[in-house]
């Protein structure tokens, strides 16, 4: 029987993220501190809207782009955040997640060898839809004493002739680096002289605690080569809804729509009427877990002090990457040690690249009552090591 399976599919490693998931749910008294997913119920207005349209008998397709009431609201969003205006006619689709955003723009764009730019560490899907798009990835290393911020210079040094697309994952998954106005200046020179394109991954936009979120979109220039993708997952506590949506030039979006129609045909109706929820009146709610993650951040950059555990502070999403160099261990040596001796699960910052070597991630969207017993068991830990 010749091979049933793609050379393509099967080099590609599965996540690093979901073994230590996978072995937390068989452990008894574990704490997991490796979830990327808000502690928070979901906003009672919006479950609300959603029950009422499951009453109201909503549950037909929707049209393949979304629901045009959600389009409009995620133009407005983004023009009273940003400032950035588009059509919901022309430039707006609604996803399944995030995820599916990355996807599509990756695909709509990409031919076989292209290169597309992934600053590392990041988010774990980047990589495996540009193989799985024929494209070419290539890993631009972030470095600590920058903050994991990208630089006009190392961006530089990895352009050539075939690169296509630059992926900004900021905030970032799983640093919580943040790219700030004139971080971002500097980039967009590079990208206009270029011609580079920009896969803008903002699906933690909501979660920053030093002044206000910027997007390379805003900037003169960066709006017509920009895709602009963004969700409810993070800001709204709704995973489970996966929804997402892209904003995008009308020539990228039309073949971004053609193979969401293919593949998906629409996002989920009755999320969809949540989201429209989310975005009119969920504000308030937003700035509460804002407010609420800023303090367990605050939190556990002081215990990481007391223990000595090395951390720059990260200013966005709702992650902490601090260094276990000192130990002389590897980060997936570290990280199973720590799971299998004091029932904490964190994920090794290889997860995220190579050059999470030395790192791990470890999340607060967790309750402080979690925190403490996870903190109190991790600087155990460290103790006996030392």
């Known amino acids: ?31 997991s501190l490796g979830v990327g997913e808000p502690d928070f119920d979901t906003p009672w207005h919006i479950r609300d809207e959603a029950i009422y349209s499951l009453e109201k008998g909503r549950t ?6 979304g629901l045009k009431e959600l389009k409009e609201e995620i133009v407005l969003y983004l023009n009273r955040k940003l400032g950035v205006k ?23 764009m990409i031919d076989p060898g292209d290169e597309v730019l992934v600053p590392q560490p990041s988010y774990v899907s980047y990589v495996p839809c540009i193989k799985l798009a024929y494209g070419k990835p290539v890993s631009i290393q ?51 002289e270029k011609d580079i394109f920009v896969i803008s991954d903002e699906i933690y936009s909501e979660l920053t605690y030093k002044d206000t979120h910027s997007s390379i979109a805003q900037i003169p220039g960066m709006k017509e080569r920009t895709i602009l993708i963004n969700g409810f997952s993070k800001s709204y ?10 904003a995008a030039p009308e020539v990228i979006m039309k073949q971004m729509i053609k193979i969401h129609q293919f593949a998906i045909m ?20 937003v700035e509460e877990m804002r407010e609420s993650y800023n303090q367990r951040r605050r939190y556990l950059l002081h215990a990481f002090k007391e223990m000595g555990l090395d951390c720059f502070e990260p200013f966005g999403a709702f992650y902490t990457f601090p ?30 690249g190579d050059c999470g070597e030395g790192f791990l991630r470890i999340s607060y969207a967790y309750s402080i009552e979690n925190l403490k017993v996870a903190l109190e068991r991790i600087n155990n830990f460290i103790n006996r090591l030392t």
């Open 266 to 285: 629409c996002a989920p109706t009755n999320s969809q009427y949540a989201a429209v929820e989310a975005l009119r009146n969920g504000d308030r709610d």
């Open 1 to 31: 029987m010749r091979n049933p399976l793609s050379n393509v599919v099967s080099e590609i490693q599965p996540s690093g993220i979901r073994k230590f998931f996978d072995i937390v749910s068989e452990m008894p008294d574990a704490i």
């Open 142 to 192: 972030l470095k600590e004493e920058n903050q994991f911020r990208l630089t006009k210079e190392e961006l530089l040094e990895h352009v050539t002739d075939k690169t296509k697309i630059l992926v900004l994952p900021f905030p970032n998954n799983p640093t919580g680096a943040i790219m700030e106005r004139q971080d971002l200046e500097e980039i967009a020179k590079v990208c206009i």
């Open 237 to 246: 506590a709704m995973t489970g809804w996966r929804l997402g949506y892209a």
């Open 86 to 108: 588009y059509d919901s006619n022309k430039e707006i689709i609604v996803t399944v997640g995030g995820s599916e955003a990355i996807d599509l723009a990756i695909r709509a």
């Open 60 to 65: 037909f397709y929707t049209s393949n782009a």
């Open 323 to 352: 260094s276990i160099k000192k130990f002389n261990m590897t980060s997936d040596e570290f990280a199973n040690r720590l799971l299998k001796e004091e029932k904490v699960a964190v994920v090794p910052g290889t997860a995220f």
